[in-house]
């Protein structure tokens, strides 16, 4: 048994846990809020503010990347003046409406009064979240290396497995970069690394490795091959950002973990089934349905029921589908464009394979009356009836709802908020939105310090 | 003087919806004309004006640009009172930080000037340095001067306030609206065609941005300068930490911490101008260099988003303004690079110059065939890197 600390609340995990696992093994469901209303978050895989803590006095740092160490300090953060009393709570009970885009400069506190200078400072402060002594020790710079290879393949699933040992076979000097633990046998691997940018037409991919403490890579390659494969996309439904709804992914990662879910309902696009038969052994698997039935989740500070055609109460709401990929490698490889950036196709040498190319399912939008109190986007607060409203009175290009209300400005970036968004918007107009703001680079896949030590290793264009 | 017969029925087509074109809409319909229609290629805050830094600073190094721009800093201060919308100027106060003798000497020598010209700026010793900047690493900085009027505007709020008050005074502002074609009778333009739309101009005012080379060749006529891709990238949010916007002109980087939380800001590196959206490592890897010596705290900071924005760029940096010399009735707002910091001031003056037919002596200095006749603005205190122009100034 390992222990460590949660806002200063000594707990026990296991060896091998992250610090979300560990969280959760000890019944911790909620582990952030949201932004501006500070609705509770928990680990659901998809919104990456539901498991951004403090960690060892480091703010922002992902719980679900953290090994646990003895002693690890972890602290809830966007509290105030602590997690144990925190009055930031009550903006729970604002109601929605009151902090939808355009809330932060209303008429009454106009700048070039004092009065604004003060509102201002006040939403710095509560727009900041995580605390960063600005005398914090200095932190060095994490040299950055550069490799050339014949052929990049992002993923490590079936697909990346199979392209990386067909491309090696051919005698190519291959690279292969994975988020997950495993090397693909007999190619050079880099584990636990996330590409996270696609540069000069596909030519250049920047990685940074997901322990900060080592050096971020720029590689130079001839083919770079996308398999990073498919998601599940929560549904646009009331409750779908609750600590407790989580994707399929996680959920099993938690059973195999041995960590107890609870009571679980598992809806989705086909693999419901075999997700629930998987999750037996960590909960009580109370009934997998499709997601298309699913009009509800229930429960005030976490799941505690599902709307089917019936209640039904559960713990946990596992989506398993619809299934979409990644758009963001691709689309800074074909991007291009002086009024806005637009993907056209993929250029030479750059490929999408696997579960990545296939087509996306259809997002699951409930009820639009019902939609409108469904998280677009959790992490900024943006809520479906906002989005409606906006659409209602013309505001449909994607750009500019972005830029009206933040959603996916936060941690996430936009996936899975900007299809969450999209599937809303053709819901509400009834025509299929083809579209989605630019997906950019680096989506907080790497510190300043390794960003540093990037320098002098890409010359700029000349 | 052209088309003052028809007085304030001029039919007025701004080519460019930014801040540029926006404002000075705004500003043509305060003053009483009453057809002003603004088109635009792109989408709403999509150019240049939502994609910038967003600080603001009267004081520079050369009389001619801080003239120009502590009168546009005063109005950036009323801006919100005069548009009945609040524009989120925060006056913050803005550090010029030098580290080389050169720099030292060229922002301490403007201190005068600065006062001369209504704004509040003085150099600071290291220990009010490290007080409004506790995050700062100073012991490279050799001097600072304090601009205690500048500070940040966030794009955003400043754009709906330009937008909603221009639209509340019958401007016709449309996006997604490309010029195709611009008609011609002589000397003049006759019309423009715009989205398919043939829209007949007695005045035409030039305010595209980086696109304006291109809108310009529709006339026919040329304008000495060239579109350059800036990019900058935001830190993941942080309770507030920096509250001055900074320019560190001898790392060619500005950042500031922003309503939001986030840390934004970008340096520049020497490159061939480039005519994309699409982003580049040097800038963000350079930035993040510079970060790390100078805000050792913000090197632990994660980097949410890493975008670029299109100017178009000119021999001095500074803005092309007031009449083309070969049309009668083209007048000329672009070629900006501190296109925030000069809007709510320069639209004003723009408008009025144009409603007198007769640029404003604040505006003369940037007039848009300066190149030719060999009087460039040249101001030493700017965060941008010079560049060779790619195509040849006479």
Request: glycine share 12%; hydrophobic share 45%; charged share 20%.
């Amino acid at each position: 048994m390992i222990a460590f600390t949660w806002n200063g609340r000594r707990l026990q995990a296991q060896e091998g846990d992250s610090a979300a696992d560990a969280l959760r093994r000890n019944g911790v469901r909620v582990l952030a809020a949201t932004r501006k209303r500070h609705r509770p978050l928990g680990w659901s895989g998809s919104f990456v503010q539901g498991v951004l803590a403090e960690v060892d006095g480091v703010p922002n740092v992902r719980l679900d990347q953290v090994p646990l160490r003895p002693g690890l300090a972890l602290r809830r953060q966007n509290a105030w003046p602590s997690p144990g009393f925190d009055l930031l709570k009550a903006f729970r009970w604002l109601p929605a409406r009151w902090v939808q885009g355009g809330f932060e400069h209303p008429r009454w506190l106009a700048s070039g009064t004092g009065r604004f200078e003060r509102w201002e400072r006040l939403l710095g402060f509560l727009a900041g979240e995580g605390r960063l002594s600005p005398a914090a020790p200095a932190l060095p710079v994490v040299p950055g290396a550069r490799r050339r290879v014949d052929a990049l393949v992002v993923g490590a699933g079936p697909a990346g497995r199979a392209e990386a040992a067909a491309l090696e076979a051919a005698g190519k000097t291959v690279l292969v970069v994975t988020r997950g633990p495993k090397a693909v046998e007999g190619v050079e691997t880099l584990t636990r690394h996330e590409a996270f940018g696609v540069y000069r037409g596909g030519r250049l991919v920047a990685a940074a490795p997901l322990d900060p403490s080592q050096g971020a890579l720029v590689i130079e390659t001839a083919e770079l091959v996308l398999a990073t494969g498919r998601r599940s996309c929560p549904p646009v439904v009331p409750g779908n950002d609750l600590p407790g709804a989580m994707d399929a992914p996680t959920a099993l990662h938690l059973a195999e973990r041995g960590i107890d879910l609870g009571r679980v309902v598992v809806v989705g696009t086909g693999a419901e089934a075999a997700v629930g038969a998987a999750l037996a052994r960590a909960g009580r698997v109370v009934a997998t349905a499709p997601v298309a039935s699913l009009r509800a989740i229930l429960g005030r500070h976490a799941v505690r029921a599902v709307a089917l055609d019936r209640r039904i109460a559960c713990e946990a709401l596992v989506h398993a589908g619809p299934w979409i990929g990644d758009p963001g490698l691709a689309f800074q490889a074909a991007a291009d464009g002086r009024l806005r950036l637009t993907a056209g196709s993929l250029p030479p040498g750059v490929r999408v394979v696997g579960g990545a190319a296939a087509p996306d399912e259809p997002v699951h939008v409930g009820d639009l009356a019902a939609a409108r109190r469904a998280a677009v986007c959790p992490c900024m607060d943006v809520m479906g009836g906002e989005i409606l409203d906006l659409a209602a009175a013309g505001m449909t290009h994607v750009e500019e709802l972005k830029r009206q209300t933040g959603c996916g400005m936060g941690p996430c970036q936009g996936l899975p908020c900007w299809e969450m968004l999209r599937a809303l918007l053709a819901k509400a107009t009834g025509s299929a939105v083809d579209d989605r703001p630019s997906h950019r680079p680096p989506r907080r896949s790497l510190t300043v310090a390794q960003a540093a030590g990037l320098a002098e290793l890409v010359e700029p264009q000349q | 003087m052209s088309g003052l017969g028809l007085g304030l029925n001029r039919r007025i087509v701004v080519i460019g919806g930014g801040i540029h074109g926006l404002g000075t809409a705004f500003h043509l319909a305060r003053l009483g004309f009453r057809s002003v229609r603004v088109v635009d290629a792109g989408y709403f805050q999509g150019g240049a004006s939502g994609r910038n830094g967003t600080l603001v600073r009267g004081g520079f190094a050369s009389p001619e640009w801080t003239r120009l721009f502590a009168f546009s800093n005063q109005r950036w201060i009323a801006l919100s009172r005069t548009l009945g919308e609040n524009v989120m100027y925060t006056r913050r106060g803005y550090l010029i930080v030098a580290e080389s003798e050169r720099t030292q000497r060229l922002i301490e020598a403007a201190v005068p000037l600065h006062r001369d010209c209504g704004l509040s700026s003085e150099v600071i010793d290291p220990a009010t340095l490290k007080r409004l900047a506790p995050s700062m690493a100073t012991s490279t900085v050799r001097s600072a001067v304090q601009l205690r009027d500048g500070g940040v505007a966030p794009h955003h709020a400043a754009m709906q306030g330009f937008l909603k008050a221009a639209r509340r005074l019958g401007v016709v502002v449309e996006y997604g609206k490309a010029v195709s074609a611009i008609e011609q009778d002589g000397s003049r333009i006759a019309a423009v065609v715009a989205g398919g739309e043939r829209l007949p101009a007695d005045l035409v005012v030039l305010a595209a941005g980086a696109q304006s080379v291109a809108v310009a060749a529709l006339a026919g006529v040329r304008l000495d300068a060239f579109p350059q891709r800036i990019e900058a990238l935001a830190l993941e949010p942080v309770r507030p930490v920096l509250r001055p916007a900074i320019a560190l002109p001898d790392r060619l980087c500005y950042l500031h911490q922003s309503a939001r939380g986030e840390i934004v800001g970008g340096a520049e590196v020497a490159e061939r101008p480039q005519d994309t959206l699409a982003v580049d490592l040097p800038v963000m890897a350079t930035t993040a260099r510079i970060y790390a010596e100078m805000f050792p705290a913000f090197a632990r900071l994660r980097i949410l988003r890493h975008w670029a924005g299109m100017l178009l760029a000119t021999p001095d940096w500074g803005p092309l303004l007031g009449p083309h010399p070969e049309l009668e009735n083209l007048w000329v707002t672009t070629g900006w690079s501190y296109g925030i910091a000069g809007a709510a001031g320069t639209t004003e003056l723009v408008a009025q110059s144009i409603a007198g037919d007769r640029p404003h002596e604040l505006i003369r200095p940037f007039a848009v065939d300066r190149f030719r006749r060999g009087k460039p603005v040249t101001d030493g205190s700017i965060v941008l890197a010079p560049v060779e122009h790619p195509a040849a100034v006479p």
